[in-house]
């Protein structure tokens, strides 16, 4: 490597050594995560972990058999900040 120190040129010998990685490499592969973004409001599929937002009035219709193969119920999950979704974060 050659370096221009105090204006004169220095050659020098720099050993390179390899970057630490950041990330945790993935030994399996991960499955698609579901939602759905629309406008910057964010929806997932209703779960476990989800259903304490669902007042108890409602859970019974929401734990009826679907009314056709692929239906799901979903949960606004979050409101991206955005312009279009000013008043809306909260």
Known sequence: LALLRKGERVETTVEAKPQPELLLACK???PKPSYLVVGGLVFVPLM????S???RRK???VLRKPAFEGQQVVVLLMVLRA???IGYEE
């Open 28 to 30: 399996q592969p991960l």
């Open 48 to 51: 476990s972990p989800y259903e």
């Open 53 to 55: 937002s669902v007042s």
């Open 59 to 61: 859970i019974d219709a």
């Open 83 to 85: 312009e279009v979704n």
